[in-house]
């Protein structure tokens, strides 16, 4: 088994004992992506609202799949972790928006997120 981190440059820092993906490689790849949220590239800012944190995040999301020569459609499973339940609906218009008619299998949690500021926050796992 080959393990691989990606942290792409033009997304935020990593965190201590952090990568933003681990890359799985032998007859299957497989990309675990850890849990992402809406930073700007300097790692401290994040835009206010859950719209803009989302469209950053599946920004990143693609950044990642795309070092992992993988693309959206790649995606097998994503958790999603909702600050509040109200920001269910722009969620899925956002998924929508990214996926198409692509159908990985998802899984939506409500919680209290580490940051307050943060709304949404993202785990992925892609094959290739």
Known sequence: MNLQLHNPEN?????RNYSH???VSGNTSFLFISGLNGYLSNGTDM???????AELI????????NSAGMNYQHLVSLRFYL?????????VKTLMKYLGSHAPARTVICSQLLD??????IEAVAAK
Request: no cysteine.
């Open 11 to 15: 997304l935020f820092p990593p965190y």
């Open 21 to 23: 993906a681990v890359q």
């Open 47 to 53: 835009p206010e609202t859950f719209e803009e944190q």
């Open 58 to 65: 599946w920004q990143h999301l693609g950044t990642i799949l």
């Open 83 to 91: 600050a509040d339940p109200s920001y269910d609906e722009a969620n």
């Open 116 to 121: 307050k500021r943060w709304k949404l926050e």
